[in-house]
């Protein structure tokens, strides 16, 4: 558990002092004038968190914040590779904090489970110029030679976020760097197809831990007895029919695993098969016919025992694995960490790992003042701390009392920052407490 104390103390350690330190060290302040590493760092976090396309005025103006007066010249000057190289340290440091929540998130069937861990990554593109820090995916796509991925994973139920890990864009997430991270032993690991690998939730198993995924189509399967299945032949023929079988998976491993099968209605299937050909088209990569075909079933892998999740439950989780689309949603369209309005490459980077940084204290302070609430927002709770920011820089630079500062976040984030509950379309809380979705069929990975 994570209290608020540990939180101040981290935020003290890592924006203040720790900031000096690294400022100095990356050549960032050689000669301390008017701005220290604090006082740069913090100016460009909690600016570009209150305006993401904040203009130098506004910057400067933020930075008076903290009793440092600078002219937009100041500012703009400082935009440049040893600042970036100092904001990407401190992201780094900030994202090896584990903050999660005292209380678990209060569902029958979240406590079934250690942690129900979400892996993902979202592409962040580049202009060209910056290949040379991240290289893109090349090729025949425009605007890809710079890009880099950010790698993040979550708990569902205490809210700790792993990442963001920053690689190249051109790493598969099959290397994302949150694969050396331990198997936590009776934890449930949910990925989409980019992090399927037999050899990985065999190595899950051994540890304790326990995988829910689709199947990836290329995958070889076999009967117990150990010979190959023809899964054309198994497949159920009637919209809403399921089956279940126990089977063995990849050609080498044999991993044992439970195998649900659900037939979907035509129009579900065919809005899958175009989600399929506009991946395929984007990422200018054929689809195999076998995917286009298996789109009208729900296909699903689990090496989870019975007593811990059956299908409508399995459904509701990995439906789950929204929540994690919807964060990297929620960071670029509302802290637009993608967006920028710049040609400066190294200004382009400062921005980028500043709104990052906010985007990684955004998440402590929701884990730490609403995961416990199933109904909780992160919408409405994201807008409270870019409205209270500057209470936090104010305070970390000495002008208040930091744990003041924070319970006027507690504050606000407890009033006002609920989903609103639905009848007809239950939301994700909902169904999690259902342990059921909707309605099976209508559901779409």
């Known amino acids: 558990m994570t209290s608020v104390a540990y939180v101040e103390q981290q935020l003290r350690l890592i924006l203040e002092e720790r900031a000096n330190v690294l400022a100095r060290e990356v050549g960032c302040i050689v000669r301390q004038r008017k701005f220290r590493g604090a006082d ?14 904040a203009s130098l005025e506004q910057l400067a103006s933020t930075a008076a914040v ?9 500012v703009h000057n400082r935009f440049s590779e040893p600042t970036a190289r100092l904001l990407r340290r401190v992201l ?10 005292a209380q678990a998130v209060p569902l ?26 991240w290289q893109g995916c090349g090729g025949a796509q425009s605007h890809t030679q710079a890009a880099l991925k950010a790698h993040t994973r979550w708990d569902l139920k205490r809210g700790r976020l792993w990442g963001p890990c920053l690689t190249a864009g051109r790493l598969s997430d099959r290397q994302s760097p949150l694969h050396r991270e331990p198997t936590v032993a009776g934890s449930l690991f949910i990925g989409d197809l980019g992090y399927f690998s037999v050899p990985r939730m065999v190595e899950r198993q051994a ?6 995924t689709r199947l990836l189509p290329s995958t070889a399967l076999f009967t117990t007895q150990g010979e190959a299945l023809v899964l054309e032949l198994l497949l ?12 063995l998976v990849g050609s080498r491993r044999r991993h044992p ?63 789950e694995r929204w929540q994690l689309e919807l964060l990297f949603k929620l960071w670029k369209q509302q802290a637009q960490v993608d967006d920028w309005q710049t040609a400066h490459s190294w200004r382009i980077l400062c921005e980028l790992y500043a709104k990052l940084i906010g985007v990684l204290l955004q998440h402590w302070l929701i884990v730490l003042f609403a995961w416990h609430d199933p109904q909780r ?6 807008q409270v701390v870019r409205d209270t920011g500057w209470c936090l820089m104010e305070a970390l630079g000495g002008r208040r009392s930091l744990h003041s500062a924070m319970r006027l976040i507690q504050r606000r984030m407890g009033a006002g920052c609920q989903m609103n509950r639905r009848r007809t379309h239950p939301n994700s809380a909902q169904l999690l407490e259902a342990q059921a979705v909707e309605w099976a069929l209508t559901w779409c990975e």
């Open 40 to 53: 740069l760092v913090q100016t460009l976090v909690f600016g570009f968190e209150q305006h993401p396309h």
């Open 66 to 74: 903290r009793a440092v007066q600078v002219s937009d010249t100041a």
């Open 92 to 101: 780094e440091e900030m994202s090896e904090v584990v903050v999660q929540a």
């Open 108 to 133: 029958a069937l979240l406590r079934r489970f250690t942690a129900v861990l979400y892996e993902d990554s979202t592409t962040i593109i580049l202009p060209d110029g910056l290949a040379q820090q």
């Open 207 to 212: 540890a304790g831990g326990y995988t829910l």
């Open 236 to 247: 159920p023929r009637l919209v809403g029919q399921c089956k279940e079988l126990a089977v």
């Open 257 to 319: 695993m439970r195998f649900w099968m659900l037939r979907v209605s035509p129009e579900v299937g065919e809005q899958r098969r175009a989600a399929l050909r506009e991946e395929a088209r984007r990422r200018q990569q054929p689809v195999s016919e076998r995917a286009l075909h298996l789109a009208e079933w729900t296909v699903l892998l689990t090496d989870a025992p019975v007593r811990l999740l059956r299908l409508p439950e399995a459904l509701v989780l990995l439906r």
């Open 377 to 382: 927002s992160l919408v409405k709770l994201a």
